[in-house]
């Protein structure tokens, strides 16, 4: 994964070498440790894998055999952790925090490592226990909090659609940066066939374009100059002219140049284009052989370069930070840190700047919901922070970052390392919608009829905004919605009774077109009308909450309707005998009246009326074996007219 182009060249040496130059005898366990300390050191992830399982399987009567174990269970589940395979290094933490050496900070990646798996409350618990264990480092108890807010950033999902890019490979193809505007993108890939890097057996990467047509984008190319040689080359930008271009590659000029630790750093570069090709490639000052810089993002008007760096710095927070320069006719300033409103002690990386100011970038030590996810932030009076969640679908358990947006916020691309992709990071498409279509139809429950000229009601919940529409001659209706709200969907036609009240939520929705029926039955003498979710505790009569609730709203239709007379009926389902069922439908049904006559409708325009089981909807009679749902068809609470005097008005609540 993409990863690799830059955590390890940061972080193999703050866990490789712990215990490889120590004093120890020569055991087979030992030796097989020491190979995977080497191999380590120059990344060949594989090999130390090798080696450090090979140790786990030596078995050795020496007292300092458990010591040797948790060493190698620590190497192997840091190397998986490093290299991105956060499925078996969560195997491998998971037995390190149960030796008793283990550290706070093991316990921290292994809290990382259940985030990963979607194992949110066993990771809130290590996170808090970290907390405890490390206090001068506030990642524990904001990563712990966070968790709490995982339900949030699931609210506006609906409004983001993905996609993945046609042209994923197998390999990494990833941090895609547009080029004129939004017609081409330029994104570095291991899809090549040249030079093997012994990080990942893949090909090194290069710089592809892929332009993009009316229906998608067209195959990727190689960028065309002297740009792509034979290391990694990573993520671009590109300044307003498209003239001028900022990558990374690996510290390699005219020959590759390795830091004290024999390691080929990452540096940014500057490209000029020359006659259609990419060409008088130069060294940034701030640049070094001694640390790495990369990830670079280019301001609007072309001033300020952002980039990614573990340089040391007074200012530096931990891990890689995110910097800016100041681009001069003189050249460059020296790099600022954008300070603790944004970085942690992790990884801050893959910044991108947006044309209004808005800075996008990766983190894995914010509150989130797995691996690398990525925020925004703002600059107020020189100091960035307001750092907040892009939420999901853009963030998910996995790696996310390099994410780009166009000039009006509402299409970008992005990358991930997410399940279901073509293999290690793909490239995705977004786009986002700031509305959601509510597609309504009213009809008559009896015949399926439209109902047109309905007052329909939209209630924002609880006690929101309303909205009001009449249905059309189809029974149609069309409501906006806003993301994250809870509504309530009723309709008020003269002469008409709504059987039922439509709830619809915004929030963890997976369609931005919702649809809704809402059924109505004409108030004629002798329509029997169902009363929807009227329900009793079981052999009781007395008036629940919710019973009451759904109550009020027919005191308020029976008011509505100053001359409608009904009667109250109550049913039960077969189980139990007739005559008692017969007594306990009455009771109800007079329960029912009692509350009604209550909140003011006359006693004479409502009587109670019992039928026990015998008006079944269904087979499900004495002796009849029945399920749960089947029986509760039959306990139900209906009402029929029985008078409705000529030239009725109604009442109407609703107003056009």
């Given amino acids: 994964m993409s990863i690799k182009l830059f955590r390890p060249l940061l972080h193999v040496f703050t866990l490789c070498l712990v215990i490889a130059y120590t004093c120890m005898p020569a055991s087979a366990q030992v030796r097989q440790i020491r190979k995977g300390d080497k191999a380590l050191s120059v990344f060949s992830f594989n090999k130390a894998i090798e080696s450090y399982k090979k140790a786990l399987d030596k078995k050795s009567k020496k ?25 078996n290094a969560l195997q491998y933490y998971e037995q390190l925090v149960q030796h008793p050496e283990c550290t706070p900070l093991q316990k921290f990646y292994y809290a990382q490592m259940l985030r990963t798996a979607g194992r949110y409350e066993e990771a809130k618990k290590f996170y808090e226990e970290y907390a405890r264990l490390a206090p001068d480092d506030p990642r524990g108890k904001r990563l712990a909090d966070g968790i709490d807010l995982i339900p949030d950033w699931m609210k506006d999902s609906m409004l983001v659609r993905l996609k993945p890019y046609s042209f994923n490979t197998p390999v990494s193809e990833f941090s ?38 009316d229906t998608g984008f067209l195959s990727p190319a190689p960028l065309p100059g002297n740009v792509n040689k034979q290391y990694h080359e990573g993520p671009v930008t590109f300044d307003s002219s498209w003239t001028v271009m900022y990558f990374t590659r690996n510290n390699y000029l005219k020959r590759k140049r390795k830091s004290q630790e024999g390691i080929m750093k990452l540096k940014v570069f500057k490209a000029q284009l020359v006659d259609g090709k990419w060409k008088e490639i130069l060294d940034l000052p701030f640049n070094s052989d001694e640390y790495s810089v990369g990830h670079p993002t280019l301001s609007a008007d072309g001033r300020y370069l952002f980039f990614a760096s573990d340089m040391p710095h007074e200012n530096a927070q931990g891990g890689q930070d995110l910097y800016v320069v100041e681009i001069t006719d003189s050249g460059f300033s020296k790099p600022i840190n954008l300070g603790s409103g944004v970085n942690t002690r992790g990884d801050e990386v893959f910044p991108f700047i947006h044309k209004n100011g808005t800075l996008y970038f990766a983190s894995d030590s914010y509150e989130g919901l797995g691996g690398l996810d990525i925020y925004s932030a703002t600059q107020k009076d020189g100091v960035w922070g307001n750092v907040k969640h892009l939420g999901y679908p853009i963030n998910s358990r996995m790696d996310d970052f390099g994410l780009i947006y166009n000039d009006n916020l509402e299409s970008g691309l992005f990358s991930s390392n997410r399940q279901g992709g073509a293999g290690s990071d793909d490239i995705y498409l977004f786009t986002r919608k700031q509305q959601v279509i509510l597609l309504g ?9 439209p109902i047109g000229d309905a007052m329909v009601k939209l209630q924002e919940k609880p006690a929101g905004s309303t909205d009001v529409m009449p249905s059309d001659k189809n029974g149609a209706f069309t409501f906006t919605l806003l993301p994250g709200k ?28 919702i649809r809704v029926v809402l059924e109505m039955q004409r108030l004629e003498v002798g329509e029997v009308i169902k009363l929807e979710n009227i329900y009793y505790d079981y052999d009781k009569y007395d008036i629940r909450p919710d019973a009451a609730e759904e109550l009020d709203k027919f005191v308020a239709f029976m008011k509505r309707y100053p001359g409608l007379e009904v009667e109250l009926r109550s049913h039960t389902d077969s189980r139990g005998s007739d005559n008692y069922n017969k007594w306990l439908s009455q009771k109800r049904a007079e329960s029912a009246v009692q509350y009604v006559i209550s909140r ?11 039928y026990g089981e015998s008006l079944p909807v269904n087979h499900c009679v004495n002796g009849v074996p029945c399920s749960e749902e089947e029986h509760q068809m039959n306990r139900r609470t209906e009402f029929v007219v029985t008078q409705q005097p000529d030239g009725l008005k109604v009442k109407s609540s609703v107003q056009p």
């Avoid at 007292?63 to 998986?80: D, E, F, M, P, V």
């Avoid at 093997?196 to 290069?206: E, G, I, Y």
């Avoid at 139809?441 to 009829?449: Q, S």
Wanted: a neutral charge; charged letters at 25%; aromatic letters at 14%.
């Fill in 63 to 87: 007292k300092k055999a458990a010591s040797y174990r948790y060493q190698a269970l620590g190497q192997l589940a840091n190397t998986y952790r490093i290299i991105g395979d956060y499925e």
């Fill in 486 to 513: 809870e509504y309530s969907v009723i309709a008020e036609k003269y002469g008409w009774f709504l059987v039922n009240t439509v709830e619809v939520s915004t929030i963890q929705a997976t369609e931005d077109t």
């Fill in 600 to 610: 003011g409708v006359e006693p004479h325009r409502i009587t109670a009326r019992g």
């Fill in 176 to 213: 895609p940066s547009y080029y004129y505007g939004d017609s081409a993108i330029v994104f570095p890939s291991a899809r090549g066939t040249g030079k093997t890097d012994v990080w990942s057996n893949a090909p090194f990467l290069d710089l592809y374009i892929s332009v993009k047509t």
């Fill in 441 to 449: 139809k009213v009809v008559d429950k009896k015949t399926r009829d």
